[in-house]
């Protein structure tokens, strides 16, 4: 069965402003995986955003929150139960900030493509080496 049809396969997203908290306190957003039409669709309105700058934002800003809230299926953590209804959006809206509706857009589009191990360790704390990736020149 393709994997955006199984209404059994979710993933998690925690916001990097969450991350350093305890891995139980979390709070966690739960999302269906994207069909492939559904994640052209977002992928076309961050494309939208990205290309019409500040101006005009609002509409697709809201467009944006949409597109992710139909395919919240949950959450843990976040202070009240999820909301099942229209009042998603709403809630989303007058809770999330611009910055994190588009990490969740960009987390929602990279995780729908991954599978297995890779969308386990995809949640993973990113590993840093405090060393430079570059040697300095000489």
């Not at 199984?6 to 997203?13: C, G, L, P």
Request: net charge negative; with cysteine; charged share 35%.
């Amino acid at each position: 069965m393709p994997i955006a049809l199984d209404s059994e396969k979710t993933f998690d997203v925690v916001l990097l402003s969450d991350m350093k908290k305890k891995d139980g306190s979390r709070p966690t957003f739960r999302f269906h995986h994207l069909t492939s039409r559904q994640w052209i669709e977002l992928s076309d309105c961050v494309d939208e955003i990205i290309k019409i700058g500040e101006s005009g934002r609002g509409e697709h800003q809201k467009q944006l929150t949409s597109i992710i809230a139909s395919h919240l299926r949950g959450w843990k953590n976040m202070g009240c139960e999820f909301i099942v209804d229209d009042n998603r959006l709403e809630w989303m809206l007058d809770s999330l900030s611009r910055e994190e509706t588009y990490e969740l857009a960009g987390r929602l589009l990279v995780k729908s493509d991954m599978s297995g191990d890779d969308l386990k360790k995809s949640d993973a704390p990113l590993q840093s080496d405090s060393r430079s990736s570059a040697q300095d020149a000489e």
